[in-house]
């Protein structure tokens, strides 16, 4: 079994309002960065695991995704799977589930 670290970041779809987004573009501005034309606010997820390998890892990753960490009515996600290392010298592989 593998040691591995999904990263998974969901974001609000183009077509949802988003209302947080919105906001922080608004304080953006008003602190001096007019050139921001626009802001999704969503959420960055770890999750370590184990697997047989990276290939197993994503198909499990992609299930919590459709099942749990992100509705896919209203959200976007992608994800990566990076083996779990004691060093700085990961290996990342990108993948993104269908929604």
Request: aromatic share 4%.
């Given at each position: 079994?593998?040691?591995?670290?999904?990263?998974?970041?969901?974001?609000?779809?183009?077509?949802?309002?988003?209302?947080?987004?919105?906001?922080?573009?608004?304080?953006?501005?008003?602190?001096?960065?007019?050139?921001?034309?626009?802001?999704?606010?969503?959420?960055?997820?770890?999750?370590?695991?184990?697997?047989?390998?990276?290939?197993?890892?994503?198909?499990?990753?992609?299930?919590?995704?459709?099942?749990?960490?992100?509705?896919?009515?209203?959200e976007d996600v992608r994800f990566q799977v990076e083996k779990?290392?004691?060093?700085?010298?990961?290996?990342?592989?990108?993948?993104?589930?269908?929604?």
């Amino acid at each position: 079994m593998a040691r591995l670290t999904a990263r998974v970041i969901v974001t609000p779809k183009p077509v949802v309002n988003d209302p947080q987004g919105i906001t922080v573009r608004g304080g953006l501005h008003r602190l001096g960065f007019p050139e921001v034309s626009e802001v999704r606010v969503g959420k960055y997820i770890e999750v370590q695991l184990e697997a047989e390998d990276e290939e197993q890892a994503r198909r499990r990753v992609s299930e919590m995704c459709r099942k749990l960490l992100a509705n896919h009515v209203i959200e976007d996600v992608r994800f990566q799977v990076e083996k779990a290392a004691s060093n700085h010298h990961q290996h990342a592989s990108e993948s993104t589930p269908t929604g």
